[in-house]
């Protein structure tokens, strides 16, 4: 394949702060298993914080090795706050299956996570930007 044949992206990326959830191995229908982890990503002014959800799939490897190391702390219910950058965001729709919106239709945003810029535990400084470059 020469250079003027290979195939070409266009990337769009996305960076943030937000709290990390949900972490998860994913064992698709066709295809790899993955992890999974949903991002409760900060907007808005600091007194009044607003969240947007992210439901990701983490594919960086750095990425995927610090998500292995807070999922304790995730599962533990502490307080997992990161620095991120995602990539390939899109919007999915899905029917509600139960609770007040049974029946509604709901967009969930879907992500890849490519990387942690850094990580605090209950305020606790957990990850560097220096240890994510190592």
Known sequence: MSNDE?????????TGIGY????????????SPFIGVTIAALRGSAGNAQYTHFECSVSGRKAQATVRELQSAVEGKLK?????????LHAESFTFASGEQAGQ?????????????????????FMTESK???
């Open 6 to 14: 290979k195939t070409k992206y266009f990337d769009l990326h996305t």
């Open 20 to 31: 990390l959830s949900r972490v998860r191995e994913v064992t698709p229908e066709e295809g």
């Open 80 to 88: 997992v706050l990161i620095g991120f950058t995602l990539s390939n």
């Open 105 to 125: 239709t709901g967009i969930r945003l879907k992500a890849r996570l490519l990387r942690i810029s850094y990580a605090k535990v209950d305020g606790q400084p």
């Open 132 to 134: 994510a470059a190592a």
